[in-house]
């Protein structure tokens, strides 16, 4: 029972994100080029699918006895077409034993190297109510370009201390939307 509600869950959230990025990037398909004016803001909403993490004590993946979903959102101060800062708060929720419950929120401040073909590199500070905190570096690439939104693809790798845990490194698959 557990792992159907999760992967239905899942299924449905993507479905939900890649329909509503598709209604978004068909209706601006027709693509002007024009000057950017900095400084810019910019939002984003995500999913992040954690994969698994790596500690003192192995592997752990999201797979098994729990399952984790993340919803990153934010804003991206751009100051130019090479580099921006960015907010972002991602709450968690996690399925254990068939009870889902918001475990933690994160708060995720960092700065952006902008590169060409739609390519960034993202260093992010990390804060979670859970209790642990560290950094990751995520790499992130437009997928889909629009006038008003686009869609992307990141690849983070957390690195966690405190909270009494033993130091961990995660990996995870997030698609999002800006705009």
Known sequence: MHKIFTRSFFMHSMFVLVFTTALSLSATAQQTT????????TGYFSLLHPIGSWD???FHDNFSNVYTLAFPFGINILKSDKFGIS???????RTEHNISKVSSVLFHPGAMFRFKHGFTLIGRAAFETSGRYGFTPILNQVIKKGKNASLYFSLPFPVRFGNNLPTSLSTGLQVGVSF
Do not use: D, H, L
């Not at 907010?87 to 929720?93: K, L, N, Q, R, V």
């Open 34 to 41: 024009q000057t950017q004016i900095y400084p810019k803001v």
């Open 56 to 58: 003192k004590n192995g």
């Open 87 to 93: 907010f972002e708060i991602a709450p968690s929720i």
